[in-house]
């Protein structure tokens, strides 16, 4: 993405992007980039359209792309939602092969991709940007925030940045959002502490699913108590679905953990996909835990899921699932 960005502001600007991928994030990053730096102001008013694929066709996108801009360099054609037009999209095709050179048509394909097998995506890499934006896997999600908050010049603890990724998961655009809210309140060059988390975006420090797992992991029987029932009390910010999740991923790791060989921290960190940082918790956990134990552990965790969904226990109250689960983790 980054190369894309830095092509536009050099001024090597292709006549199409075509954005498509499960991330939204990336696909809007791009595309709110391109409206707002290729034309001037005084330009945008006949030269940039904005239309959105449940309002249009492919062969009005093609008759606009063919338009020549006025009294400008280029037009901008930015075609939202093009998702709803996945139907009819190779018919772009016929366009792509003869480009109007002074139009920058921008296509955003959201949670979908062509098929690369087909004539368009062949046309689009040779004659512009075929970008497929990826989810970030969850392991990645910290790196991110440390990144995006270094561009603004703010640095953030790592354990900050996991009560981010453990509240909000992998959405980017929800945690970018969060971001912004810290940006205004807190002057560049801070250290963001999980106390700017809890105070400015409400994610509590010392009850939140990241604290719940270190409770765990180093059998505090009296804050994981604590922990579910803050839980049970505020289950709407605290899902069950999540906490079982996170849970699994958890001893998932454990015993990941147990069967390797090489248990130094940088391999361990390595093998499991984590921040050495973090690596701490899971020899506490598996010191903790033998192997059978975790295995056991594991199966409750999935049998609480299937009570969840109300298999088996269509009256178990989710509350109750979760104390449950917890007491057969530390017994």
């Known amino acids: 993405m980054n190369s894309i960005l830095n092509d536009i502001k050099k001024g090597n600007v292709k006549p199409i992007y075509f954005l498509m991928g499960d991330e939204a994030f990336f ?10 730096s290729i034309l001037s102001e005084e330009e945008k008013g006949f030269n940039q359209m904005i239309v959105y694929g449940k309002d249009t066709s492919v062969k009005d996108i093609i008759s606009n792309a063919k338009r020549f801009p006025m009294m400008a360099e280029k037009q901008v054609i930015i075609v939202k939602e093009a998702q709803h037009l996945s139907r009819n999209i190779e018919e772009l095709a016929a366009y792509v092969s003869n480009m109007q050179p002074t139009t920058v048509l921008v296509i955003c394909y959201k949670y979908k991709k062509l098929d690369g097998r087909r004539k368009l995506a062949g046309l689009i890499k040779k004659n512009g940007v075929l970008f497929e934006s990826k989810k970030l896997y969850d392991n990645k ?20 940045a996991e009560m981010l990724v453990n509240f909000l998961g992998n959405n980017l655009s929800k ?19 999980p106390t700017d988390i809890e105070v400015n975006i409400g994610i509590s420090k010392d009850y939140n699913i990241f604290e719940f797992r270190k409770a765990i992991s180093t059998k505090n ?13 505020n289950i709407k910010d605290n899902p069950l679905v999540v906490t079982l999740g996170s849970l699994g991923d958890l001893f998932t790791k454990i015993l990941l953990l147990h069967g390797l060989k090489d248990k130094s921290q940088q391999n361990a960190a390595r093998k499991l996909g984590v921040h050495t940082f973090f690596v701490r918790e899971y020899f506490d956990a598996a010191r903790n835990y ?3 134990k975790v295995s056991q552990i594991i199966s409750y965790i999935h049998e609480a899921d299937m009570k969840s969904k109300g298999l088996g226990a269509s009256n178990f109250a989710q509350k109750d699932i979760l104390k449950e689960l917890l007491f057969k983790i530390l017994h």
């Open 27 to 36: 696909i809007d990053k791009i595309s709110n980039y391109i409206e707002k």
């Open 141 to 160: 999600v910290a790196d991110w925030i440390k990144t995006e908050l270094a561009q603004k010049k703010y640095k953030i603890d790592p354990i900050a």
């Open 175 to 193: 945690i970018a959002k969060e971001l912004e809210k810290l940006r205004i309140v807190l002057p560049q060059g801070t250290l963001i502490t």
């Open 221 to 233: 029987v009296v804050k994981a108590n604590e922990i579910v029932n803050y839980f049970n009390h």
């Open 290 to 292: 033998p192997m059978r």
